[in-house]
């Protein structure tokens, strides 16, 4: 399998290239750009691509899709019926600025083949309602592609627009990718490679939701409103990421960066 990855320097967001081998059908997984190494990466194995796979709306994900229509005019481009919605929402939002085009669906639960490559739509809701990954399977390789749900160390948060709830996302993580064999990569949408072995022994949302390490007690105040801190890790940009816990008993997760916490 050829897999070839672009981030983007501001949002460190991830666009995959992917084909069953030199001169394979291919597709594309997202188009955060920038895109032009991978066009180059295209040509130089001898690949069309014939659909970009979304896994959610957010401009991160999707800003370079104009310029991929523009390389390969009859490139085939799906989204989830809830993330279309949303891009269609954006689009009038803008005025039409994003030019997207014309956005085809690809429900949950759908596979697509591109010559030995399985595509499998796994619904992971959370971070927004339609999100979702993308499990690649090769006669030899499984691979899952989870935007905006996990991250090597790290969590989506549920507070982006378009967003569900923490208890989507938690199912979404331990139900669903935590479900798959333990040697399955994991390619995100944003920053660098893991596994589900990895995630499942080191991430410390995962740890927490196992039982493995305590929750934290710590009041703080998040999104300007009371909550107890109860965890506080490093996210995938060098920032952070929290779970709170709200003083009805629900739960988020949020910009480290919106928590305040008492001073020592």
Not at 154 to 162: E, F, I, T
Not at 203 to 211: D, K, L
Request: glycine share 10%; charged share 20%; with cysteine.
């Amino acid at each position: 399998m050829i897999l070839e990855r672009a981030s983007n320097p501001r949002f460190v967001s991830n666009t995959y290239l992917l084909a069953d081998g030199h001169g394979g059908p291919g597709f594309l997984i997202d188009a955060g750009g920038p895109v032009a190494g991978l066009v180059e990466a295209a040509e130089r194995n001898g690949i069309e691509p014939t659909h970009v796979l979304l896994t959610h709306h957010h401009y991160d994900h999707v800003s370079d899709v104009p310029e991929l229509r523009e390389r390969w005019p009859a490139i085939v481009v799906l989204a989830s019926p809830l993330e279309r919605e949303l891009l269609a929402a954006a689009e009038r939002a803008s005025g039409g600025s994003l030019a997207l085009g014309e956005i085809g669906e690809i429900p949950p639960g759908a596979q697509l083949t591109f010559g030995t490559l399985e595509v499998s739509a796994l619904p992971t809701p959370g971070h927004t309602a339609g999100m979702l990954s993308f499990l690649v399977r090769s006669p030899e390789t499984a691979t899952v592609f989870t935007g905006d749900t996990l991250f090597r160390d790290s969590v989506g948060g549920v507070r982006a627009p378009g967003h569900t709830t923490y208890a989507d996302l938690k199912a979404s993580i331990m139900d669903t990718l935590m479900g798959l064999p333990p040697q399955t990569a994991i390619e995100p949408g944003h920053a660098e490679e893991t596994t589900v072995a990895r995630e499942w022994d080191a991430n410390p949302f995962i740890r927490v939701w196992r039982g493995l390490d305590p929750e934290g007690h710590e009041s703080c105040i998040a999104l300007g409103d009371p909550a107890t801190l109860v965890l506080l890790a490093a996210d995938y940009d060098g920032g952070t990421k929290a779970w709170v816990r709200w003083q009805d008993g629900t739960d988020d997760i949020v910009p480290g960066s919106k928590v305040q916490r008492p001073a020592p």
